[in-house]
């Protein structure tokens, strides 16, 4: 999908626009569908162009975290870190209009497919794709927004000022989406199609709606279906699962695929914002919260942690994720002092740091991937009330993985744990294991985490300056911003200005 189809996706880029007035026109409005629909070619050429609607910059969600900050405003993460973003925020109009792009360009797309006449089975699996693409962005909407206008069909102009939908209805059509997708999606493809949705996404993603929505059961059952699959492992490189000549490996079950000199990634790239700019500042609360080799907090009385030589004996996921002082940045060492990074770390994860034109950035996003299956049955089961050998056994999977090989739960935190213990395990893998990739601000959301909104704090870069002796370091913590949470925003995004402006019957969610 990745090479073989750059004519496809450049000709539906050409002929597929984005609408400004999301609710009220067809996203597909550069051309005639009812001209245009005519073999499998078309067909296939405007399934591409729902697709391409999926473009956003992932990263930005975990900068909103306790993991990172982006100091820089004009990105639109900072004000939703610190609580203080509002209807006018760019990112909450932006994430609107991405899923509004691509649910119209849906529902055109199976209006318009009904009829065709093509191969039946090729068809239904291409409508297959397209509903999974349009649960993804219900489940999101619903998970950002709570209640959503839930639109299935285009819209005339007439019909044009929806109403927002109850949650419930807005996730039972999703979950209706994810089935029909999972029933006639196949397990995986060969050479070009390989990039496609599956079965095993349209699963993964319905597992996660329902672990979101606290539907412990649903939840644990769906993951189980992936895993039954038998489709996909751990990619034994941690760190490699970040890099493009890994793309597509054994763990990836959906991701954003990106190619250099078509389309890459969206400015800034992660090889721009990454590698190249000041902003994607690491706190030191990430950093603490990697445990030691041994498998014990930094806090243990007992970790070996030595606190002016932070970064030796860590769990390898640490430097895999991160670029630490005094590590390896490319072809030089990371000097803080002489970066302009003012927490003292970046991330190392989808840095793309070899990469020369930073604007060309072909790496694929990986929205899924096979350690979030074990981990979300494993919580799903604890919060059922489940804490036997198979939760030990599923986190021990992730962390016991070559290149990382942590100590098991047995080893480290012991055995029969309660469902608290075993709560704050998982919890603690979720956020070590996905740091950077765009899940820590989900899960602070769906968990209700009020003390994970505190002041940021990073490293003192003024006393990591001398790069010919490193020895002479002082790691000391120094307040980078002020962060605290708005209990009447909670925890729900604004519905955009623009859109409430635009149509009178868009309620605005409390707090706003």
Same mark, same amino acid.
Request: charged letters at 25%; aromatic letters at 10%; one cysteine or more.
């Given at each position: 999908?990745?090479?073989?189809?750059?004519?496809?996706?450049?000709?539906?880029?050409?002929?597929?626009?984005?609408?400004?007035?999301?609710?009220?026109? %067809?996203?597909?409005?550069?051309?005639?569908?009812?001209?245009?629909?005519?073999?499998?070619?078309?067909?296939?050429?405007?399934?591409? *162009?729902?697709?391409?609607?999926?473009?956003?910059?992932?990263?930005?969600?975990?900068? #909103?975290?306790?993991?990172?900050?982006?100091?820089?405003?004009?990105?639109? %993460?900072?004000?939703?870190?610190?609580?203080?973003?509002?209807?006018?925020?760019?990112?909450?109009?932006?994430?609107?209009?991405?899923?509004?792009?691509?649910?119209?360009?849906?529902?055109?797309?199976?209006?318009?497919?009904?009829?065709?006449?093509?191969?039946?089975?090729?068809?239904?699996?291409?409508?297959?794709?397209?509903?999974?693409?349009?649960? #993804?962005?219900?489940?999101?909407?619903?998970?950002?927004?709570?209640?959503?206008?839930?639109?299935?069909?285009?819209?005339?102009?007439?019909? !044009?000022?929806?109403?927002?939908?109850?949650?419930?209805?807005?996730?039972?059509?999703?979950?209706?989406?994810?089935?029909?997708?999972?029933?006639?999606?196949?397990?995986?493809?060969?050479?070009?199609?390989?990039?496609?949705?599956?079965?095993?996404?349209?699963?993964?993603?319905?597992?996660?709606?329902?672990?979101?929505?606290?539907?412990?059961?649903?939840?644990?059952?769906?993951?189980?279906?992936? #895993?039954?699959?038998?489709?996909?492992?751990?990619? !034994?490189?941690?760190?490699?699962?970040?890099?493009?000549?890994?793309?597509?490996?054994?763990?990836?079950?959906?991701?954003?695929?990106?190619?250099?000199?078509?389309?890459?990634?969206?400015?800034? %790239?992660?090889?721009?914002?990454?590698?190249?700019?000041?902003?994607? *500042?690491?706190?030191?609360?990430?950093?603490?919260?990697?445990?030691?080799?041994?498998?014990?907090?930094?806090?243990?009385?007992?970790?070996?942690?030595?606190?002016?030589?932070?970064?030796?004996?860590?769990?390898?996921?640490?430097?895999?994720?991160?670029?630490?002082?005094?590590?390896?940045?490319?072809?030089?060492?990371?000097?803080?002092?002489?970066?302009?990074?003012?927490?003292?770390?970046?991330?190392?994860?989808?840095? $793309?740091?070899?990469?020369?034109?930073?604007?060309?950035?072909?790496?694929?996003?990986?929205?899924?991937?096979?350690?979030?299956?074990?981990? #979300?049955?494993?919580?799903?089961?604890?919060?059922?009330?489940?804490?036997?050998?198979?939760?030990?056994?599923?986190?021990?999977?992730?962390?016991?993985?070559?290149?990382?090989?942590?100590?098991?739960?047995?080893?480290?935190?012991?055995?029969?744990?309660?469902?608290?213990?075993?709560?704050?395990?998982?919890?603690?893998?979720?956020?070590?294991?996905? !740091?950077?990739?765009?899940?820590?601000?989900?899960?602070?959301?769906?968990?209700?985490?009020? %003390?994970?909104?505190?002041?940021?704090?990073?490293?003192?870069?003024?006393?990591?300056?001398?790069?010919? $002796?490193?020895?002479?370091?002082?790691?000391?913590?120094?307040?980078?911003?002020?962060?605290?949470?708005?209990?009447?925003?909670?925890?729900?995004?604004?519905?955009?200005?623009?859109?409430?402006?635009?149509?009178?019957?868009?309620?605005?969610?409390?707090?706003?």
């Amino acid at each position: 999908m990745k090479n073989s189809r750059k004519i496809f996706l450049a000709l539906t880029l050409l002929l597929c626009g984005c609408s400004d007035n999301l609710l009220n026109k %067809s996203p597909l409005d550069q051309f005639s569908p009812q001209t245009f629909y005519t073999n499998a070619t078309e067909v296939d050429m405007a399934l591409m *162009g729902i697709y391409s609607a999926i473009n956003d910059n992932w990263y930005q969600y975990d900068f #909103m975290s306790d993991n990172h900050l982006c100091h820089h405003a004009w990105q639109g %993460s900072l004000e939703f870190s610190k609580w203080q973003q509002n209807s006018s925020s760019g990112r909450a109009l932006g994430k609107w209009r991405i899923a509004y792009s691509t649910i119209g360009r849906v529902n055109t797309f199976l209006e318009n497919t009904q009829n065709v006449k093509i191969d039946e089975t090729l068809k239904k699996r291409m409508q297959a794709e397209a509903r999974f693409l349009r649960g #993804m962005m219900y489940a999101d909407l619903a998970h950002f927004y709570g209640d959503v206008p839930l639109i299935l069909k285009t819209l005339p102009l007439s019909e !044009a000022k929806v109403t927002r939908t109850a949650k419930d209805q807005v996730l039972a059509a999703a979950i209706d989406d994810f089935n029909f997708a999972s029933a006639n999606l196949p397990a995986s493809y060969t050479g070009a199609d390989v990039g496609r949705a599956t079965k095993g996404a349209a699963l993964a993603f319905k597992t996660r709606l329902y672990l979101y929505n606290e539907k412990w059961t649903e939840a644990a059952a769906a993951a189980k279906e992936v #895993m039954d699959l038998n489709q996909y492992r751990l990619f !034994a490189d941690y760190e490699g699962l970040f890099k493009e000549e890994n793309e597509n490996n054994v763990e990836v079950i959906f991701d954003i695929q990106y190619i250099r000199n078509l389309r890459p990634q969206p400015w800034p %790239s992660t090889a721009l914002s990454f590698s190249e700019w000041p902003t994607p *500042g690491v706190t030191s609360d990430i950093i603490d919260a990697y445990y030691m080799k041994n498998g014990k907090s930094i806090n243990a009385g007992n970790s070996g942690y030595n606190e002016q030589d932070p970064f030796i004996n860590r769990d390898p996921r640490l430097s895999a994720t991160l670029v630490l002082p005094g590590s390896q940045y490319g072809n030089v060492k990371f000097i803080p002092a002489s970066d302009g990074q003012i927490t003292g770390a970046r991330p190392r994860k989808y840095a $793309d740091i070899s990469n020369t034109d930073k604007n060309n950035c072909g790496l694929n996003y990986i929205l899924m991937r096979y350690a979030d299956i074990l981990l #979300m049955r494993a919580e799903a089961l604890i919060e059922s009330g489940n804490t036997g050998k198979e939760v030990y056994d599923l986190v021990n999977m992730v962390r016991t993985r070559s290149s990382v090989n942590m100590p098991a739960i047995e080893n480290a935190e012991g055995s029969g744990l309660s469902k608290e213990q075993l709560r704050e395990i998982v919890r603690h893998e979720r956020r070590v294991e996905f !740091a950077v990739e765009g899940t820590r601000y989900s899960d602070m959301r769906r968990w209700k985490l009020e %003390s994970a909104v505190k002041d940021v704090y990073g490293y003192d870069i003024s006393k990591l300056s001398d790069p010919s $002796d490193p020895s002479k370091w002082v790691f000391a913590r120094l307040k980078a911003d002020t962060r605290s949470f708005d209990p009447s925003k909670g925890w729900l995004w604004p519905i955009p200005l623009d859109e409430i402006q635009s149509n009178s019957n868009l309620k605005q969610n409390p707090g706003y």
